[in-house]
Nanobody
Framework: VQLQASGGGLVQAGDSLRLSCAAS????????MAWFRQAPGKEREFVAA???????FYEDTVKGRFTIARDSAKNTIYLQMNNLEPEDTAVYYC??????????????????WGQGTLVTVSS
């Protein structure tokens, strides 16, 4: 599965951005697609995920500000990011796999990764 992420950019605090990630195919019937991010000097961390069933998961720091959604016809997921903060500055990666719920936030649970898109939020 190839993943193509896009939509990053430079914005100011309080602004919004929408990231997209298109998957080349559906490899697993019980698939899950997710967004992770990696800030400079930090570990890659979970942001949000959406299952084939449309069940969603969020990291606590983005709840209420970020929304993950899926367009099945396009094999594409989106991450709508509102009220961005400087702490959201990172390279955002999309991922594809079939994790069980207890593994949703674990990087090792995802098999395929996109190339990353940079989000920079200035204060």
């Amino acid at each position: 599965v190839q993943l193509q992420a896009s939509g990053g950019g430079l914005v100011q605090a309080g602004d919004s951005l929408r990231l997209s990630c298109a998957a080349s195919e559906r490899r697993f019937s019980n698939y899950c697609m997710a967004w992770f991010r990696q800030a400079p000097g930090k570990e890659r961390e979970f942001v949000a995920a959406i299952r084939y069933s449309r069940h969603t998961f969020y990291e606590d720091t983005v709840k209420g500000r970020f929304t993950i959604a899926r367009d099945s016809a396009k094999n594409t997921i989106y991450l709508q990011m509102n009220n961005l903060e400087p702490e959201d500055t990172a390279v955002y990666y999309c991922a594809y796999g079939a994790p069980i719920n207890s593994q949703i936030k674990e990087r090792s649970a995802y098999v395929y990764w996109g190339q990353g898109t940079l989000v920079t939020v200035s204060s």
